[in-house]
Nanobody
């Protein structure tokens, strides 16, 4: 599976962005999908994950109520809608695919996209 993330950019605090991650191949629906992020000088951290059918989601506490993960299996794409953005959300955002469940561990995902930069100004 090859993943291509897009949609990052510069936004003011309180604004919104929608990230997209397009996957190659015909087996997209077999994979749980997730978003992680990595800020400068920090470890990569879990943001959100979604199960194969889209019926199960999982969020980091820091983004609950502000971010929404969704997927369109017909388009081989997973999305991350980010609202009420804060400067602390500034990071490179990575999408990931895994054959396991929609967990929060990096080790649960086998394929990674190249990342898209999100910068939130105060």
């Amino acid at each position: 599976v090859q993943l291509q993330a897009s949609g990052g950019g510069l936004v003011q605090a309180g604004g919104s962005l929608r990230l997209s991650c397009a996957a190659s191949g015909r087996t997209f629906s077999m994979y749980a999908m997730a978003w992680f992020r990595q800020a400068p000088g920090k470890e990569r951290e879990f943001v959100a994950a979604i199960g194969r059918s889209g019926g199960s989601t999982n969020y980091a506490d820091s983004v609950k109520g502000r971010f929404t993960i969704s997927r369109d299996n017909a388009k081989n794409t997973v999305y991350l809608q980010m609202n009420s953005l804060e400067p602390e959300d500034t990071a490179v955002y990575y999408c990931a695919a895994g054959l396991g469940g929609n967990g929060h561990r990096l080790s649960g995902y086998d394929y990674w996209g190249q990342g898209t930069q999100v910068t939130v100004s105060s």
